[in-house]
């Protein structure tokens, strides 16, 4: 479809686990759109192949892809660790615009990292339009995702975040109204090992996408604590209520949550927990607000 999206990235997953150490292309020269799944899947498999590769290279076609991969600070955090045939210098000397509506590319390792996340994912809903006590719910759960990205993406490369506000729906059937998107993905052992350290939670963790689907019960942590595991319940309520949705992945499991269904299917292993949250708002929510 042109669009690189998290399961655009599929194949590349399934083979990736087969490197023998060569060097290795991605080719996404059929790509002509980014969105901020693509993103973070993107560099979650870079993360993962680099080390296992004498070389690894990306094939990019035009000039637009380049263009907002760069303006995603993509490049600042692998130019120097991936070939490219990008034109990398003319790209930097573009000038840099803010429209106020994206997170870049970022990469974060600790909880003290988050505030400053979330800070900019609140500007952005505000940017949207969205009211304060919508952006103080969505940005506390998103800040819980964030921190368990934190503690429990403890890998080499941590975690990766981004955002982006569209003045058109991205995803799903709905044509008309604006969408915000935002993924997430960090390293560490998955949900289902994550899990499957609380023995209460041994018969929910048979596969990954039972686990999966646990995790997304209001309460459900590996620690067992008291108050904890509620952010991505909660945050699948809210995207829910909004005609979003959000979509969980983890090893070769990945359950989506909409409205009223929730999907699961199995897909190629993901080498740690990725997160993507739509946020749609159609034109009459946001006059009336």
């Known amino acids: 479809s042109g669009v690189l999206t998290m399961g655009s990235l599929d194949p590349a997953f399934a083979g990736a686990g087969s490197v023998d150490g060569g060097p290795v292309v991605l080719d996404l020269r059929a790509v002509e759109f980014v969105e ?28 637009d892809v380049p263009a907002y991969l760069e303006r995603m600070n993509f490049f600042r955090l692998f130019g120097d660790r991936v070939r490219t045939n990008a034109d990398l210098a003319s790209l930097e000397e573009r000038r840099r615009h803010n429209p106020g509506t994206l997170q870049e590319l970022i990469n974060f390792h600790t909880e003290e990292e988050i505030p400053g996340i979330i800070e900019r994912i609140s500007e952005i809903l505000e940017n949207q339009g969205y009211r304060l006590r919508e952006r103080v719910a969505i940005c506390s759960v998103l800040s819980e995702i964030c921190a368990n990205a934190a503690e429990h993406g403890r890998s080499s490369f941590g975690a990766y975040a981004a955002v982006q506000a569209y003045h058109h729906i991205v ?22 090992e994550t899990l499957a350290r609380n023995p209460a939670l041994a018969e929910h ?25 509620g952010g991505l319940a909660l945050v699948a309520g809210i995207a829910a209520r909004s005609g979003g949705s959000l979509s ?40 009336s607000s």
Do not use: W
Not at 39 to 63: D, H, K, S
Not at 205 to 229: K, P, Y
Not at 259 to 279: A, C, D, Q
């Open 36 to 63: 901020p799944a693509g993103l973070c899947g993107l560099a979650a498999l870079l993360e993962y192949l680099i080390p296992r590769c004498e070389e690894v290279g990306i094939a990019l076609a035009g000039r």
């Open 171 to 192: 995803s799903g059937p709905r044509r008309r109204g604006e969408e915000v998107l935002i993924a997430i993905a960090d390293g560490g052992p998955g949900v289902r």
């Open 205 to 229: 963790t048979t596969t990954d996408n039972d686990a999966l689907r646990h995790a997304l019960e209001m309460g459900v942590s590996g620690t067992g604590e008291i108050g904890r595991g």
């Open 248 to 287: 969980l992945r983890s090893g070769t499991g990945r359950v989506t949550v909409y409205e009223n269904r929730k999907n699961s299917r199995n897909v190629p292993e993901f080498p740690g927990t990725f997160v993507r949250v739509s946020l749609p708002r159609i034109p009459q929510e946001r006059t």
